[in-house]
């Protein structure tokens, strides 16, 4: 045995340590050392294993080749490959749902990975609790939804979908009938709907109303947990006959019954509006002549017969436009918007002529003052009525004198 082979031998132990390959290079033929030289291969070749298999367990990769079982020095890393195995199926298991599973070879990995489950656990229960809940409290919702005679129809948030209507929308829908009609309506419904579910993105509730065949509908909107999703439910309503109930109650509000005119009530909502909008308007201030006389002489039917025929002959110079009010008893007030004092003045003054021609076994004549409103009037409501008052007066107390 020579000294260069120990040397050999000093430098093979030394890759083992480093975790080289012993090269061919490397080998001493010296007899006196093969059983050596035999044990020393066999280190390096169970430590290049071990060390190929610990570089794969440190990247996670569970699927390499374990080492054979003449490697005595994998052994404990063969178990830690073991028990990773076994923890990814654990982990798998309560991924499903299993949390029954424990780990116990881990140290305080261990005790984590137990306290985790065991929150996970808690968790789900508190949640299948919570939807049970819900669950329950829909049906119960949709149970009393079902019964209202209101249409319900409920919506997905994010795509427009339906994916609840009760009984009432269901007819309403043509679920019963699929003419042409019914889908007409809902496909009209529909689009309102999301049109108006997209308009409202950042608002929790809203409602709206909308013309569709001469009918007027409202939907009221809320937004809710339906389930899993996140959804509007909407309220629609045909409020036709309640809008024709509104505005019938406001025609007697704002009509005079006698004549069919506007009211005082009415003729000073008008004006409000000329004045806040701003607009060039004529208006004259009428009052019948001798209406006392004919009541005293003739009777109030006759009084009233007057009035009619006066309130029409008013009604008759007007446009579309204009607006004749009764302010009660014998005064009328004539509103005629983009229209001169002159205009109005002449118009009435062709009225009294005609209502002269048309006796009745009684006189019939007007009185009336008229003033022209411009955009930059400053005037109230009762001041252009009291101007127009006088100006009535001026005339009634000329004609008088003329009469004489």
């Known amino acids: 045995m020579e000294e260069k082979d120990i040397e050999l031998l000093f430098l093979q132990i030394k890759n083992i340590i480093f975790n080289k390959p012993i090269s061919q290079e490397l080998k001493t033929n010296a007899k006196e050392l093969e059983n050596l030289q035999q044990a020393i291969e066999y280190l390096s070749k169970c430590m290049t294993e071990a060390n190929e298999f610990l570089t794969n367990l440190a990247v996670g990769n569970l699927d390499a ?23 990814t199926w654990q982990a798998n298991q309560v991924a499903n749902g299993d949390y029954k599973q424990r780990v116990g070879f881990l140290g305080e990995f261990s005790t984590s990975f137990n306290t985790m489950i065991k ?64 889908l007409d309506n809902k496909q009209n419904i529909i689009t309102q709907i999301v049109k108006h579910s997209n308009q409202e993105e950042n608002n929790v509730n809203f409602e709206f109303d909308y013309e569709y065949n001469d009918k007027i509908f409202h939907c009221k909107s809320f937004l809710i947990q339906w389930n899993e999703k996140i959804a509007y439910v909407h309220f629609i309503a045909d409020i036709t006959l309640e809008i024709d109930k509104k505005e019938q109650l406001e025609n007697m509000a704002f009509k005079d019954e006698l004549t069919g005119l506007f009211n005082r009530r009415y003729c000073l909502k ?29 009777g109030h039917l006759a009084g009233d017969e007057y009035i009619k025929s006066v309130a029409k002959g008013i009604s008759s110079i007007g446009r579309d436009t204009d ?38 076994g009684y006189e019939m004549s007007i009185s009336y003052g008229v003033i022209e409103i411009d955009e930059e009037v400053t005037l109230t409501a009762d001041e252009i009525l009291e101007k127009a008052d006088e100006k009535m007066y001026i005339f009634k107390k000329s004609r008088k004198k003329e009469r004489e």
């Open 270 to 298: 008008i004006l409000g509006s000329l004045l806040l909008d701003r607009k060039q308007f004529s208006i004259g201030m009428i009052d019948m002549d001798g209406l006392k006389k004919v009541n005293d002489n003739l």
């Open 323 to 360: 607006i004749i009010c009764r302010m009660g008893g014998d005064e009328f007030i004539a509103i005629l918007p983009k229209c001169s004092k002159e205009i109005l003045e002449n118009k009435l003054k062709v009225l009294n002529e005609k209502l002269a021609s048309d006796s009745k």
């Open 119 to 182: 929150q996970l656990e808690e968790r789900e229960n508190k949640l299948k609790s919570k939807t049970i809940a819900l669950t329950q409290s829909i049906d119960l919702m949709v149970s009393i939804m079902d019964s209202l005679s209101e249409w319900i129809v409920v919506t997905e948030k994010s795509t427009g979908d339906i994916i609840y209507v009760n009984q009432s929308a269901k007819i309403l829908f043509g679920e019963m009938d699929n003419s042409t009609e019914n």
């Open 65 to 87: 080749t374990t080492p054979g079982r003449h490697n005595f020095i994998a052994g404990s890393l063969k178990e830690l490959h073991s028990g990773l195995k076994h923890l």
